[in-house]
């Protein structure tokens, strides 16, 4: 079925939901997951870093969280028994998502799973979606994860506590 599928990682609960659910495919597919996290260099965090500081200090650690990220996520994988490669890309001012697709089509993606934070109405407007671009936009078939609401994630834990009760008793 599948045997490349492409994860984003930005650290948001949805993109964690996101690498969970395609862990969970790959290990049913026999496909290898590939991480990617990408970052923009050209972004300052609030525009007034002297461009010195920006580069020695900032910079790195961008990258440095961007790598530690992926670390985290290829272990999380890795636990579970899917192959992973991860992957940290600048997108040097492109958009992120066109950088995703990119990637996509260069690694042999034939699935994307991507975290969505599901914003409507104004919110989606004034922030955009990454993930609504990848899926426009993308040469393979795009997977849109939401992350749980607290009342999933509660229901949820009581149904699994309850299973544990009737299952003990």
Known sequence: MYTNILVPIDGSATSERALLEA???ARQCGARLRLI???????RISGFERPEVYVHDILPAILKAGTALLTRASETAAAEGVP?????RESLGER???????????CG??????????RRGFNRALLGSEAEQVLRTAPVPVLMVKAMDAKAT????????????QASG
Do not use: F, N, S
């Open 96 to 106: 992120i998502a066109d950088v995703i697709v990119e990637h996509a089509a260069g």
């Open 23 to 25: 862990t969970r495919l």
């Open 84 to 88: 992973v490669d991860a992957t940290l």
């Open 37 to 43: 996290h990408v970052v923009d260099p050209t972004r």
């Open 109 to 118: 993606a034939d699935l994307i799973v991507i975290g969505t934070h599901g």
């Open 154 to 165: 509660d229901a949820k834990a009581a149904d699994a506590k309850a299973a544990d009760a």
